[in-house]
């Protein structure tokens, strides 16, 4: 059974890939999560034109990604959080939140999927690797510092 996939799908597909799949496999996982569609004519045809506008849009992202990846590499955010009276914090320090301080201080928009990390619990330093497209990676530094 042909289907087009909404998602990406870790070692399975990337969105808007078009793949046979056995219809039981389709019917009970990939349907009820919204993770695919049944492909017709008419939205092979959308997706292979979705795909082609893409695939501009990534080589213009990928000639722009190692002049972002200059701005980032070695770059330091510092970020300040509450801390317990045995210095440990209270909440951890989250993508989401090292996301909104790149763009703050570094003036640099990226999406979650560029952070590869898991969630901060202790005060200090952390390198945190940032995949860019087109293979192109960064490591950022991010201190946090009791406040």
Same mark, same amino acid.
């Given at each position: ?80 959080? +509450?801390?317990?009276? *045995?210095? =440990?914090?209270?909440?951890? @320090?989250? !993508?989401? $939140? #090292? ?5 703050? /201080? ?5 999406? +979650?999927?560029?952070? *590869?990390? =898991?969630?901060?619990?202790? @005060?200090? !330093?952390? $390198? #945190? ?5 087109? /293979? ?12």
């Amino acid at each position: 059974m042909k289907v087009i996939f909404v998602k990406d799908i870790p070692g399975i597909a990337r969105k808007n890939d078009i793949k046979n799949v056995k219809p039981g496999y389709y019917h009970n996982y990939l349907l009820p999560r919204g993770m695919a569609v049944s492909a017709t004519d008419k939205l092979i045809t959308a997706t292979e034109a979705k795909r082609a506008a893409e695939g501009l849009r990534l080589e213009e992202l990928a000639k722009n990604a190692a002049e972002i990846a200059k701005k980032l590499e070695g770059a330091k955010l510092i970020l300040k959080h +509450k801390v317990t009276s *045995k210095g =440990k914090l209270y909440a951890a @320090v989250t !993508e989401k $939140e #090292i996301l909104e301080a790149i763009k703050k /201080d570094l003036k640099v928009e990226l999406a +979650k999927d560029n952070l *590869k990390m =898991k969630p901060i619990k202790k @005060v200090g !330093e952390e $390198e #945190i690797g940032i995949h860019l497209p087109g /293979d192109v990676t960064a490591k950022l530094i991010v201190m946090i510092e009791a406040q």
